[in-house]
């Protein structure tokens, strides 16, 4: 193996990477890595190594991502990929032994940089895997993935591994290719806490149920009493839609923009003949204009759930969730019985649970609304979270509950 270059980072890369911040961003330092070399080692401004750093020099930016502390780095380097098959065995091993995957078939094997797999996600969907790379580095590895993979499951056939480039930016962006056939589309149900969904790999850039959000639908299974009025906002192919019907909801409101979304949700409640389809209604609009159209029509509810995207555009200007959550509370408030409990999301990195909860509570008293925040909610079980990487800490939520 080639000598490792050895490259000094930033003064904050530093400092953040000393807090267990596993990526180095782009700057004028990490800019001057060689461009071919797949691994860097950092040097503090002393000239002191200080981590075996993974070089993306494609990521736009995200330009290295740390794979080890530990001394010394060149045999680190050398023994990469008996450390990835070590990584991703204990990442399994975790997971075999919790109880998630008695309740659901949907889980992940992997979870990135929290699993000391940096930018590899493994998600597994009853009999497939789908390997989502949200760095390039991990293409050259995919076959090493695969076989460890399948050594520890091998009823896991080589026709359902799926292999997917994620990320913020566009190169990164692409659907899910299956290993042995490219052009193939799949099409299964799975079962998640003892409902169906409709799951579609290959054919659409997210495959239709948020794995992340599974421990937030068990952890909030109490918040649905039988007969309760549910509204759900930003509903998607309606996960949160048919999880109520499943706990005895009364009536349930589903709203989304998206006409395709809502035709994956009606298919979705057609996998579950035990749920009751006449309680349920879905509404293809904005949720703006469905808040305004419900509030027209005198209707209430017991509990709104609302999971908007980070930002949105209405063609003219962008808006962030967090901005939009002072008219969407003013709103949703109209709509919602003394008692009742609208459950928020906020799906970025970009704002700590303490901002969000912060903010809500001077959109609150500005709106001279009266609410207790109650339960939080945040990514779990098979999702695990890393200590100083709040990039990998982006889904947040709180339950209010109105006085
Ligand atoms: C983050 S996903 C919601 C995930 C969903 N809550 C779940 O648990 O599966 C956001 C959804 O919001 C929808 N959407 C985006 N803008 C919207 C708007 N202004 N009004 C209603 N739905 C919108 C999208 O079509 C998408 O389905």
Redesign the pocket.
């Known amino acids: 193996m080639d000598k490792i270059p050895e490259c000094l980072i930033h003064p904050v890369s530093i400092k953040l990477l000393r807090q267990g911040h596993p990526w180095i961003t782009a700057d004028t330092f990490s800019s001057r890595f060689p461009r071919q070399s797949e691994f860097v080692i950092g040097l503090d401004d002393r000239r002191r190594p200080l981590a075996l750093l993974l070089h993306d020099p494609h990521h736009k930016s995200v330009k290295a991502r740390v794979w080890s502390t530990k001394f010394p780095f060149d045999r680190e380097a050398q023994h990469f990929t008996a450390s990835v098959q070590a990584r991703l065995d204990l990442a399994f091993e975790k997971r075999i032994h919790s109880k998630v995957q008695l309740k659901r078939e949907n889980y992940y094997l992997a979870f990135g940089e929290a699993d000391q797999l940096p930018g590899l996600f493994i998600l597994r969907l009853q009999d497939r895997v789908l390997i989502q790379f949200y760095t390039g580095l991990w293409v050259r590895y995919k076959q090493v993935i695969a076989t460890t993979i399948q050594e520890v499951f091998p009823e896991i056939k080589s026709e359902n591994v799926w292999f997917q480039l994620r990320g913020e930016t566009k190169e990164l962006q692409k659907l899910p290719q299956n290993a042995l056939e490219p052009t193939r589309r799949d099409e299964f149900h799975l079962s998640e806490f003892g409902v169906q969904y409709l799951i579609r790999i290959g054919a659409t850039y997210?495959h239709?149920?948020?794995t992340d959000?599974s421990s937030?639908?068990q952890a909030l299974g109490g918040l649905i009493f039988p007969g309760a009025r549910v509204l759900?906002?930003?509903?998607?192919?309606?996960?949160?839609s048919l999880w109520a019907l499943k706990h005895g909801a009364g009536n349930v409101v589903s709203?989304?923009?998206?006409p395709?979304?809502i035709e994956w949700l009606q298919n979705n409640l057609a996998l579950n003949p035990d749920l009751d389809h006449t309680k349920h209604e879905a509404v293809v609009?904005?949720?703006?204009?469905?808040l305004g159209d419900l509030r027209g029509l005198k209707r209430t509810f017991d509990v709104i759930?609302c999971?908007?995207?980070?930002s949105?555009s209405?063609g003219a200007k962008r808006t962030s969730a967090i901005k939009a959550y002072r008219e969407l509370l003013s709103k949703m408030d109209l709509l919602l019985e003394k008692g009742g409990k609208a459950v928020l999301?906020l799906?970025t990195h970009q704002v700590s649970q303490e901002k969000f909860e912060k903010t809500l509570r001077e959109y609150l008293t500005e709106l001279k609304l009266t609410y207790k925040l109650s339960t939080r909610l945040h990514l779990g079980e098979d999702c695990p979270t890393l200590k100083g990487f709040p990039e990998g800490n982006y889904l947040k939520g709180i339950v209010l509950e109105k006085q």
């Open positions: 997210d239709g149920l948020y959000m937030v639908r759900n906002l930003y509903s998607y192919t309606g996960a949160f709203v989304d923009l998206s395709k979304y609009k904005s949720t703006d204009q469905a759930i999971d908007p995207p980070s949105s209405d999301f799906n």
